[in-house]
């Protein structure tokens, strides 16, 4: 029977903490974007890699699907593929906040209208976020290649800003979102003792 967390007085890890992220988020836009997407949604799939310290780095996948202000043209896609760089800090009986900034290379459909050279757009898509992280749960120990892993289920927020470089005029702009995600977190453990 796995153990709770909770269960042990002393857990001693020997590798990094890795983070898998599943979400959703409502994107906002401005600039001559929200001229040409009036509302949308978008899902992403991060992989994060933090350090004992906190810090870490990782990458991920953001899709995001953009409703027309004319009515008459089709949806709009945006893709973006990020790097990530932020940091965790320590949790507390309130949860876990973290920060991040987000460097990303954009594609789109959204083009100039009357352009009949690109087919496709693509820009830098810089963003930062800010995320709380709400445990579900005391977590569990398991194994993993026959060696003691931890792991913990979060639900986790997330509030993010965006600016869209794009080589065509008519999608750039910035990008304000609110998402919710599932987190995954596991931890390779070294040594561990149960409570008595």
């Known amino acids: 029977m796995m153990k709770k ?3 042990f007085s002393e857990i001693t ?9 599943l979400g959703v988020f409502n994107p906002g836009f401005n600039g001559n974007l929200g001229k040409v997407i009036s509302k949308g949604w978008g899902a992403k799939f991060d992989f994060m890699i933090y350090g004992n310290k906190g810090w870490g780095g990782g990458f991920g996948t953001s899709i995001v699907i953009g409703k027309p202000s004319d009515f008459r043209d089709r949806n709009h896609i945006i893709t973006l ?3 990530m760089i932020g940091k965790v800090f320590r949790e507390t009986k309130m949860g876990q906040f973290g920060l991040q900034v987000e460097p990303a290379f954009g594609i789109t459909d959204i083009v100039d209208p009357g352009n009949d050279v690109k087919f496709i757009g693509l820009g830098f898509c810089p963003g930062v976020s800010a995320i709380y992280m709400l445990s579900l749960g ?4 398991s194994r993993q ?21 794009f080589n065509t ?3 750039s702009g910035t990008v304000a979102d609110v998402g919710i995600s599932y987190r995954l977190v596991t931890r390779p453990v070294a040594n561990y003792k149960l409570k008595e």
């Open 5 to 7: 967390l909770s269960d």
């Open 13 to 21: 890890y020997r590798g990094p903490r890795y983070d898998m992220i």
């Open 81 to 83: 593929f990020n790097g």
């Open 138 to 141: 005391p977590g569990r120990m």
């Open 145 to 165: 290649y026959f060696l003691p892993t931890s792991y913990k289920h979060y639900l986790s927020f997330h509030v993010g800003i965006r600016s869209m470089l």
């Open 169 to 171: 005029a008519t999608a």
